[in-house]
């Protein structure tokens, strides 16, 4: 994921359908359309759904209520925590009607939702849970506006993926002088041996006129 790999999206937003598809997750992907945030939205599950969490930049993992009631989810989560492991990939929790605590924690609905998981799934599940729980995130607090949440979210995406391009930008300007740009601060290896050189020497003949 590292060096010149390009993404497929911007953003791949776990979340739970029967939460927030028609209510906060809707209105998340239409702001994200209006910043020209590509962001992945499909139905696929299995293999080619954890494929797209590989080619996607950021992922945003949106907890809710029922979201540990969905194993889908919960797969989505552990697919999405060890793209952060293996390749650094950025991870935002968003705490939408659910505290950080009980994510975190597992309690409430996400620890009934465990209790009728799969052994061979439900330790990774709690490992990613804690884990995600403990990024810095943001937490929709009661008084606040749903839309102005929102705002925030895209905005700090918004922020990082600039970041990220403006970085990349002023490398290939260094890297790659363009016409009309100044070149010459790229040296090469011969030319820095002469440089050096010639200050060694302006360095002698200046402590031989001293004495």
């Known amino acids: 994921m590292a060096g010149s790999f390009e993404y497929e999206y911007d953003v791949f937003v776990s979340f739970c359908e029967e939460d927030t598809r028609t209510s906060f997750a809707g209105h998340l992907f239409a702001a994200f359309d209006r910043k020209k945030i590509r962001a992945y939205r499909g139905e696929e599950a299995g293999p080619e759904l954890l494929k797209e969490i590989e080619t996607s ?15 889908l989810c919960l797969d989505e989560l552990v697919k999405i925590m060890d793209c952060k492991r293996l390749f650094n990939q950025r991870v935002i929790p968003v705490f939408y009607d659910v505290s950080p605590s009980e994510v975190r924690k597992q309690k ?40 102005e949440f929102i705002e925030e979210i895209v905005e700090v995406i918004w922020k990082r993926l600039k970041g990220e391009s403006s970085t990349v930008q002023s490398r290939r300007q260094i890297d790659n002088p363009g016409d009309g740009e100044d070149s010459s601060i790229i040296i090469s290896q011969n030319d820095a041996s002469s440089v050096q050189n010639a200050i060694a020497e302006w360095s002698r003949l200046f402590f031989l006129c001293v004495l």
Not at 57 to 71: D, E, Q, R
């Open 108 to 147: 409430g609905n996400l620890a009934e939702a465990l209790l009728n998981g799969p052994e061979d799934k439900v330790n990774s599940w709690k490992v990613a849970l804690t884990d995600a729980a403990n990024l810095a995130g943001l937490h929709l607090k009661p008084y606040r506006p749903e839309p």
């Open 57 to 71: 930049n950021i992922a945003v993992v949106v907890f809710s209520k029922n979201y540990a009631t969905s194993h």
